[in-house]
């Protein structure tokens, strides 16, 4: 009947033991535009007046990205893998509780084995029997309320996992939303400053009477 109780927390502590190696393998895996805008600021810069502004504000625009993805990755740094950082520390701390229970579990294994010998190799030293059943009840004991604080502390731990779970997630959703719909407006504003570049007004300020005159001048007179 013990043995069987013995069996039964055995595969109870492995099951929870199961569930912080899950948490810890898991939780431990939860991580552009420069070039754009730098070619574009210089191509700008050998442009005319016009597309040079067109172009001048296409970059604006993804400057602005740059400074949003820099603040994503700070929110998600803060809110997101920091918190699951800390869960090594967590994890830690239950894995040397599980190994405390296991400790307290051989032990008393061990105890029961020696009272089963010492039944069996000297069943009427009375003195003998007597002091191995003392040292089993103690073991047990200890297994007992070891088994107890486990059991209350991952209960504990499963509860605050959850929790952790739903709230590192949903900020790691609500950063995720609120940069993609900042991107949105910076890509909107991006193709309407794009759009925005007049060709005929470009075309007006190129110094085409100067190319006329270069062809004139650079062909044979016509004959007839």
């Known amino acids: ?34 070039l754009l805008v730098n070619e574009s600021n210089v191509y700008a810069s050998t442009e ?3 597309l040079k502004q067109g172009l001048k504000n296409f970059a604006d625009e993804f400057a602005k990205l740059q400074d949003y993805q820099q603040a994503e990755v700070e929110r998600l740094e803060a809110k997101v893998v920091e918190p699951l950082k800390a869960y090594g520390t967590v994890v830690k701390m239950k894995r040397d509780d599980i190994k405390a229970t296991l400790s307290a579990r051989n032990r008393e294994a061990k105890q029961l084995t020696q ?24 073991a047990t004991m200890d297994a007992t309320r070891t088994t107890r604080h486990l059991e209350e502390t991952i209960d504990s731990f499963e509860k605050q996992k959850i929790k952790d779970i739903k709230t ?11 940069f993609h719909s ?4 910076v890509y909107t504003a991006a193709y309407q400053n794009i759009q925005k570049i007049d060709e005929e007004e470009n075309l007006e300020v190129l110094p085409r009477g100067h190319h006329t005159t270069y062809a004139l001048t650079n062909h044979p007179p016509l004959t007839a």
């Open 182 to 185: 900042k991107t949105l407006e």
């Open 48 to 50: 005319t007046p016009h």
């Open 115 to 138: 009272l089963e010998r010492t039944h069996q190799r000297n069943p009427s030293d009375r003195h003998v029997i007597s002091q191995a059943e003392t040292e089993l009840q103690r």
């Open 1 to 34: 009947m013990l043995r069987r109780s013995l069996e039964n927390r055995d595969a109870q502590t492995r099951k929870l033991q199961d569930a912080v190696t899950n948490v810890e393998k898991h939780f431990g895996e939860l991580y552009k535009a420069d």
């Open 168 to 178: 590192i997630f949903s900020e790691f959703i609500t950063i995720e939303i609120l």
